[in-house]
C-alpha cells in the first residue's frame, strides 16, 4: 500500500487545518493509504524531506486541530517555476523514495498552479502513481470554479460582527459630534471580504477593487452621509484602486516620506482625504489586519464543516488511480435551503484566474451590496463551531506540526 | 414611590450594557423605585430630559442587553464642571421634576468626578432625597480602589485569543523569512491591556506606559528574539512614551506630514524604527482599535456576570437613604479560588487617579508579565456564555435605546 502526503500553501485561514483533518479522517475511516504525511511549510519543505506522520491522529487532536488557525503544517510562499526541472526531478525522487502516491495540496491560487503543473510534468514524462490533487481555500474567496472557498465565511463572519460591533460603538456619541469610521480589509484583487462587512447591514459606503475609485464621489456621499445621521461607516478592501489601477494605499506622500515601505493602507488615505476635506471632526480607522483570517474562535460552522467534508471528499476521490491534477470545489445546489456538495475540476482552469465580486452585486454610488449578494454570503457565515477552551480560558490549540519536527 | 435614573458615559465596553441590566433586573425583583429611566446620552442627555423607561424590560430584552456592546443609552464625553453652578441646579430640577431620587452613573474617571460633585453640591446646599452612585467600567482598567474594572476581562480576553491567533498566523512561515509582528492596544495611560496579550504566552516583548521607552534597548531585544527565531512578536500600549513624556506615536516624521493629524499610532512608530534599523524583512502591525472594547462575541462570563451583578449591588445599597456618592467597586476575597464581593467607596477617591500597571509585575528587559500579573488576570478572561444569534447568522442585539427615542 502506498502513503500519501498533506501540505498547506499560501495565506493562513481560520480552517484550513480542517481540510487536513479531514484528509487524515477520511483515511482512518477508509485506509487507503498506509501513512498520510504532512509536508511541513508547504512544496518548500517537502523539498527538504520535511514530514510528520498524521497517520494514527487521535480524535481530540483531530478535534483540536480542526479549531486551530493558520497553517498546522507550515506554510510557504515557494512558487514552483515550470521551467525549473530539477525541483520537479526531486519531489518525484522523494516522492519515490517514500512511497508516496499523492500529494494533496492545499491553498490558493498558486497552490492550484502547483498542482496542475506537478500533473502535466508526470503524464509529459509518463511518470506513472505519482497523482497531486488541490483543496482550495483562501479567505479572499477569488478562486473561480468553486462557489466558494473554505477560509472565507469565517473571516467574513468575524468581519460582518466586528462591523456590527464597531457601529454600536461609534453611535454611541451624540448626533453633535460627526464621525466616520472606516473599515479596512483584506483583498488585494476582489471586494468578497470588504463586502462581507455588508452583511451588518450598516455601511454606508463600500469601496472595492473592482469600481474604480473615485474621489469627488466619495467625499460627496461622505458628506451627504454625515449630513443625514451624523456618522459615516465605510468599509474598504486594501485593494482599492483609482480608474488608472493606482492602489489608494500608494498615495504619494507615504512614498515620500517612506520611501519603499508603504505604511497605512486604504483606510488610512480615506481617513487623509476625509480630514483634508474638513468633513468630520473625527475619523477612525480600525485595519482588521491578519486578525480576520485567523480569529478562529469565531469560526463559522457551515465554513468549518465545509472545509473538514472537503477533505474527506478529496481523500475518497483518490481511490480512482487516473485521479490526478484536479482541485476539489464547493458546489451550490439549487435547492431552496442552501446545501452544497463537492466536485472536481481540472486545477489548471483555477489556477491563473481571479474570481470578481460580481460588479452586478454593487449597489450605485458605493452603497453597498445586492439582496441577490447577501442571499450568497448569509449561509456562509452561518453557525457556531463549540469551542474548546483550555484551563487558562484560552482557546486549545494544538502545537503546530512545524515546531514538533 | 420615587424614581431612578440609570446613564452611561465616557468609551464603550463589550459589558457596560450589563451593568444597566442589572439595576433594572434588580428593581423588578426589588422594586425600590416606581420607574427605572434611562437618561440617553449621559449628563449630556440628562440635560435634554432624554429619558426612556426601562422598568418593565422582559427577560430576553434584559438578556439581549447584557451581550450588546457599547452603550446602549448612548455616552457622552461632556463633563461638569464644578463652576458650572447653572448645570447643577438644572440636574437638580429636572431629578424634582421627574420625581427621580437616585441617579446610576456608568463610567470611569470622569463619571466618578460627576457622582461625587453633584453629591458634594446636594450636601452642601442641603438638598435632600437626591443620590448619585457610581458604577465603574473601564476596558483600560486604570479606576483605584476596585480590583479590577467591568469590561476589562472581556477586552482582555479578545486581545490576548487574537495575540494568540496572530503567533499562529506569523509563525507558519518558513524560518527563513524573518518577520516582527506588533500588536498595538488601547491604553493612554496604564499597561494593563496591552499587558493582557501576555496572557497568550506568545509575547517577546511588552512596551507599556509605565515603563520608559529605550529605542536602541528595544531595537536590541527585537535583533535577540530575531536571531534565536526568526520571528519577534510585540504588543505595545497606545500610550508607550519616552523617558521624557513624549508618545512614540507623535514621531517627527509624521507631525511634519500631516499638520496636527497623528496618524498611525505606536504600532507604526515601532515598526518605522525596525525597519529603519533594518533588523526583519517583513514587519507587521495589527492595532486593535475599538474592536477591542466592542468584540462582545467575546465576552469573558466572568466580567459579564460580575458587570450584571455589580449592577445589582448597586441598587441593593440605595436602599439605604444615606448612600450617596459611593461607587460600588469589585473585591477580590483571598482565597484560593477566585471569588469577588462587591463593596462601596467614596466616588471621590476614584474620580482623580490612575491605577497603573504594576511595575513589579513587569519582567526586565521588556520582557513580559510576571506570575503574580498573570494569576491577577486570569480569571478575569474566564469563560463563554452563551450568545444568541439572530437569523441571518449574526450576534442579536437590542436596538439602542437613543434610536428608539
Redesign the interface.
Known sequence: MSNCIIA?SGG?SSVINATVAGIVKANQLNPLYEHVYGGL?GI??ILQERFVDLTNMSDLENRLLQQ????AL????YKLKRDNEADFQKIISIMDHYQIETMFYIGGNDSMDTVAALSEYTASHQIANHRFVGCPKTVDNDLVETDHCPGFGSAA?FI???A???W???????SS?TEVFILETMGRDAGWLAASAC??NKVDILIVPEEPFNKEHFLNRVKDVIALRSKCFVAVSEGARYIDGTYLSCGE?RSE??GH?V??GAG?AL??MI?DAGIASRC????????Q??????Q?LTDVTESFQLGMSAHMRTADPSFTGRMVGLKRLPTEQYVVSCFDVDAEKVANFVKNFPSQWLLPDYGGISEEARQYM?PL????PE?I?DE????A?IK?Y??VR
Open positions: 498547506q493562513p511549510n518548500e519543505g486551530t488557525p493558520s497553517c507550515g506554510s510557504c510562499r463572519k460582518a460582527a466586528t456590527l460591533q464597531c454600536y460603538d461609534i453611535n454611541a456619541y451624540p459630534r452583511l451588518s506622500a516620506l517612506f515601505t505604511l497605512g488610512r481617513e487623509q480630514l477612525k480607522v480600525q485595519d482588521l489586519s491578519i486578525a483570517r485567523c480569529h478562529a474562535t469565531e463559522s448569509l457565515i452561518k453557525g457556531t469551542i477552551y487558562t480560558g484560552l482557546p490549540y503546530p512545524y515546531l
